[in-house]
Structures are given as C-alpha cells and as structure tokens.
C-alpha cells in the first residue's frame, strides 16, 4: 500500500519564477492538505482540498495556488516566488467521511529559491 | 484560536534514559483531537497517535507513553529506555472538528547520544 508520494522531492528556483509541486494521497484517502515548513518552525497549513474543491485556507496569499484532479492527487502552484518562500512543502492525505481519521504525510518537496 | 505550545525547543539524553516532551494546546472548541508526529531527518511527518478530547485514558506502546489531562490542556509523551534511532523532532499537533486544519507546535528536537 503506497503511503502519500510527493515529486520532485528537491527543487531549486530563482525569484519570481513559478512553481509546480505534485502529491498522490495514500491509497483509499480523498483529502488533501498542504503545509509549508520553514527551516526550525512547525507545519503552516495552507490550503486543504476535497471533491477537487478548496475547501480550506491558511493565512498565505493569492500567489499560492492549488488543484486536485479526479483521481484525487493535487497540485500545488507558487507565483512570483520569493526568497521567503524557501522552505519544506508537505502534502498529507486523509479519508473525509471518517471521524477518526490522521493525516499521513508525504516525505516533503524541499524548495530552495535564489 | 487553536495554539499548540512546545516550550522544550531542544533536550539531549544519554541512550537508556526516559524522556518526556511537553506539549500545551489551547482551543474553544469541545471536541478536538490532538496528535504526535516524528520528523527525521528524511523530512517526512510520521504519525505517532491521535488523542480524542472525549478520551482521557492514557495510552502505552512500547517504548511510547501518552498522558493527556485535560484538566491541564495537556498531552505530554514520553519515552521510556531511549535509543538513537529516537533522534528526531517531534510535533504535537491540534485538530478541532470538521475536518480542519492541523495546528502545529515549534516542535521539540530530540538527540540521543549513545
């Protein structure tokens, strides 16, 4: 059973450049969520999607940008990046309708912008 | 607001003593769920466990030990017999209802020196 699977796991972009990262959810889960993690900081949620929907947002502006496809995986969109952008994306994945259910994660897409 | 305090931003023990992290969590809300994760060095986020606020019993796996008091607003875990292996940052994480966003503390870095 595949756990969540982020690509690429290391990226390395210039400032105001855009950038694409990938997430497949865990095999049975339809519910994706994405964090940034700045070096020595917690998880910051940004967005959450389901039914290919944003259905949550953190507190990160109009720059980030989000999708989730029929077979449930997401994409997640940075414009105009910024060296503060640097930092550890996190995708996790969890089933909707269950109560209780934990988030699974991915291994992260570490972003360098220079 | 939810809010994940972990005020133990880094704790060094030699390989075979017990450890306890600390985590304090404030939310309105009258039911929520807390978490543990490890981050290792890899990056990824591996989930520990998941406490209901409705579920105050205390919990042991192995080497693993949860204390949650609500009394308190507290979830502190602890480890018993630590190894090297256990060398890693740990995350308690916040969680009301309706599938919302996890809200993340600093996070504690564990080093176990053998």
């Known amino acids: 059973d595949a756990g969540v699977t982020q690509s690429p796991t290391h990226l390395i972009k210039t400032r105001g450049q855009q950038v694409t990262l990938r997430c497949s959810p865990k095999s049975g889960h339809d519910t994706v969520s994405w964090y940034q993690q700045a070096l020595g900081q917690g998880p910051q949620f940004i967005f959450q999607y389901y039914e290919e929907e944003e259905r949550q947002r953190g507190n990160f502006p109009d720059r980030f940008s989000g999708h989730q496809f029929p077979n449930y995986s997401s994409e997640l969109n940075v414009n105009a990046l910024l060296l503060g952008d640097s930092a550890l994306y996190l995708c996790?994945?969890?089933?909707?309708?269950?109560?209780?259910?934990?988030?699974?994660f991915g291994q992260g897409t570490r972003l360098t912008v220079v | 607001a939810q809010k994940v305090t972990q005020a133990q931003t880094e704790i060094s023990v030699v390989e075979k003593e017990d450890v306890t992290l600390d985590c304090v969590y404030e939310t309105r809300d009258t039911t929520y769920y807390l978490f543990w994760y490890k981050q290792p060095p890899s990056g990824e986020l591996v989930f520990l466990i998941r406490r209901n606020s409705f579920d105050e019993q205390n919990e042991i796996s192995g080497r693993y030990s949860w204390n949650f008091q609500k009394s308190t607003s507290s979830f502190n875990f602890t480890i018993t017999a630590s190894q090297v292996v256990d060398s890693a940052v740990y995350f308690c994480a916040l969680r009301g209802t309706g599938f919302q966003k996890l809200v993340f503390g600093t996070g504690t870095r564990l080093l176990v020196s053998p």
């Open positions: 996790a994945s969890s089933k909707r309708d269950s109560r209780n259910t934990e988030a699974f």
